[in-house]
């Protein structure tokens, strides 16, 4: 029971690593605010796990949008302690054709918002003595993949961001790390590669484990670096890949 008592924000915890952070949190004695597009499959979850997981529609791309659900949040469950930054979409395209939209919506969703929300939470979890940050970044953030080019940029992002963080609020009691998935088996990433013949296999050949994470392996990470057992980590980056990064 890590968690009693502890309130954690999960962004796009309706699905993949972030459901899987949600169940666990619930388990282990926490309330969950999840922060979702999917409102739809936010709302099922919550019914599943009961009275201590609420949600609410916010795109976190919105820059407004994160102050008011932080107030609330608080107001429902007595403060903050844990913000799980993981909402992301992928992107692809080489940079000559990239369309000034899609590029700045990736760098929106997977960086902006992280920011947003620090901003809006971080006056919270000072208000309770302290707390964690975690944010899912991507070994795409530690070294560069075909094409991936907003995404690369956006994770390398999250991740020196993570440090600074960690620097600027050390003394407030406020610990913030980042986590970097390789291949996990969750829509984001299989909806893309399962339609292109052999990706997968090629994928699994790459990574030394020699298959994708499941939800859960990237989701316990995450879970330890929001508990008191990781008090002694800030400004970590921690892989989660299978050794890919390792190369
Ligand atoms: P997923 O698609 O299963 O879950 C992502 C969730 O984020 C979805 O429920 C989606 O509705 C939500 N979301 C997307 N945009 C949003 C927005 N603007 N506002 C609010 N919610 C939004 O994917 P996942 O694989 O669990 O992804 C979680 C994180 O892990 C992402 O940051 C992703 O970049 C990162 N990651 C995933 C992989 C992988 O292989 N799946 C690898 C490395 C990093």
């Known amino acids: ?21 949600v169940r ?11 922060a979702e597009l999917d409102v739809e499959r936010a709302a ?4 599943e796990l009961g009275e201590r997981v609420a ?5 976190v791309a919105d820059a ?6 932080a107030d609330k949040t608080a107001r429902r469950f007595g403060g903050i302690d844990i913000l799980f930054n993981n909402a992301g979409i992928g992107n692809f395209g080489l940079t000559p054709d990239m369309d000034i939209e899609q590029w700045r919506r990736c760098i929106a969703v997977n960086l902006d918002a992280v920011f947003y929300a620090c901003r809006a939470v971080i006056p919270h979890l000072k208000a309770r003595g302290g707390g964690a940050i975690v944010n899912t970044a991507s070994a795409s953030g530690m070294a560069a993949d075909y094409g991936f080019t907003a995404y690369n940029a956006a994770k390398a992002g999250v991740i020196n961001y993570t440090r600074c963080l960690a620097i600027d609020h050390a003394r407030d009691n406020i610990r913030a790390n980042s986590i970097c998935p390789g291949p996990v ?17 090629e ?26 057992d990781a008090s002694g980590m800030t400004g970590a980056t921690v892989p989660v890949d299978g050794g890919l990064t390792a190369h």
């Open 1 to 21: 029971m890590r968690f009693a008592g502890k309130t954690a924000i999960v962004t796009g915890g309706a699905s993949g690593i972030g459901a899987a952070f």
């Open 24 to 34: 666990r949190f619930v388990a282990e004695g926490g309330s969950v605010m999840i």
């Open 44 to 47: 099922a979850l919550a019914a």
């Open 55 to 59: 949600y609410e529609l916010v795109d």
């Open 64 to 69: 407004e949008a994160f102050a008011p659900l």
């Open 185 to 201: 088996d969750t829509p984001l990433l299989t909806s893309g590669v399962d339609e292109i013949e052999g990706l997968r296999a």
């Open 203 to 228: 994928w699994e050949r790459i990574v030394p484990a020699g298959r994708f994470a499941r939800p859960e392996e990237i989701a316990a990470v995450a879970l330890f670096l929001a508990s008191d």
